[in-house]
């Protein structure tokens, strides 16, 4: 029984541990993610100069996912705010490793997206995204790929998972950019104006 008890004392000690360590870990995104966004973006303002885009979102889907992974940033300012974004539940656990553009793969995709208009479904308050790279992301609007909120992007999902030993990790999407539903109406207003999503990861593994 003795035995038990410190059993169970140490793994709550190790989780305890470990969901410490996952609040106090920084924001993060990849130098090499913003630079292939923004290379991205410039090439896309080439063929269309008549955009004037404010923010663009980078997500950067090398780090796990307990991370806020995705930067927002004021293009004018290089301001950037962050937030944690959940990938599609066939790219990966704890990473997104997996991507796709093939609709009902429920994977997420990669490449340079814009915001459309922002309206109001299922999940509430949702914007549509057109994919710009063909090869990449084409499909986004028939396959209602949109960024929107739930409640699985939150610190309780990632405990109740560090609990049942699935790893500290946020829930998962049908393939959509999911933010925290306490940060979408932020990440709705601006992107509102005219704004961009790039999705990066080193390694494009996609069908």
Same mark, same amino acid.
């Given at each position: 029984m003795a035995k038990r008890v410190l059993t169970v004392i140490s793994i709550v000690t190790l989780l305890s541990a470990i969901f410490a360590e996952v609040l106090m870990l920084p924001e993060k995104v990849s130098p090499q993610?913003?630079?292939? #966004?923004?290379? #991205?973006?410039?090439?896309? +303002?080439?063929?269309?100069p008549e955009e004037n885009p404010h923010y663009l979102a980078v997500v950067d889907y090398s780090k796990p996912s307990y991370l806020k992974r995705m930067a927002l940033v004021e293009l004018k300012t290089g301001k950037q705010t962050f937030y944690r974004i959940a990938h599609g539940?066939?790219?990966?656990?704890?990473? #997104? !490793?997996?991507?796709?553009?093939? %609709?009902?793969?429920n994977r997420s995709s990669l490449g340079l997206f814009r915001v459309l208009e922002t309206y109001s479904g299922e999940h509430g308050k949702a914007m549509r995204l057109e994919g710009l790279e063909q090869a990449l992301n084409g499909n986004a609007f028939i396959r209602d790929i949109v960024l929107h909120s739930a409640g699985y992007v939150s610190l309780f999902t990632i405990v109740e /998972?560090? !609990?049942?030993? /699935?790893? %500290?990790?946020?829930?998962?999407? /049908? $393939?959509?950019?999911? =933010?925290?539903? $306490?940060?979408?109406?932020? =990440? #709705?207003?601006?992107?509102? /104006?005219?704004?961009?999503?790039?999705?990066? +990861?080193?390694?494009?593994?996609?069908?």
């Amino acid at each position: 029984m003795a035995k038990r008890v410190l059993t169970v004392i140490s793994i709550v000690t190790l989780l305890s541990a470990i969901f410490a360590e996952v609040l106090m870990l920084p924001e993060k995104v990849s130098p090499q993610a913003y630079k292939a #966004a923004l290379l #991205a973006l410039k090439s896309y +303002r080439s063929l269309h100069p008549e955009e004037n885009p404010h923010y663009l979102a980078v997500v950067d889907y090398s780090k796990p996912s307990y991370l806020k992974r995705m930067a927002l940033v004021e293009l004018k300012t290089g301001k950037q705010t962050f937030y944690r974004i959940a990938h599609g539940k066939n790219s990966g656990e704890l990473y #997104a !490793v997996r991507f796709s553009d093939t %609709p009902e793969s429920n994977r997420s995709s990669l490449g340079l997206f814009r915001v459309l208009e922002t309206y109001s479904g299922e999940h509430g308050k949702a914007m549509r995204l057109e994919g710009l790279e063909q090869a990449l992301n084409g499909n986004a609007f028939i396959r209602d790929i949109v960024l929107h909120s739930a409640g699985y992007v939150s610190l309780f999902t990632i405990v109740e /998972n560090l !609990v049942t030993f /699935n790893g %500290p990790r946020i829930g998962r999407s /049908n $393939g959509c950019f999911v =933010v925290a539903t $306490g940060d979408i109406d932020e =990440v #709705a207003e601006k992107l509102s /104006n005219d704004g961009f999503i790039y999705a990066w +990861r080193e390694e494009r593994k996609r069908e």
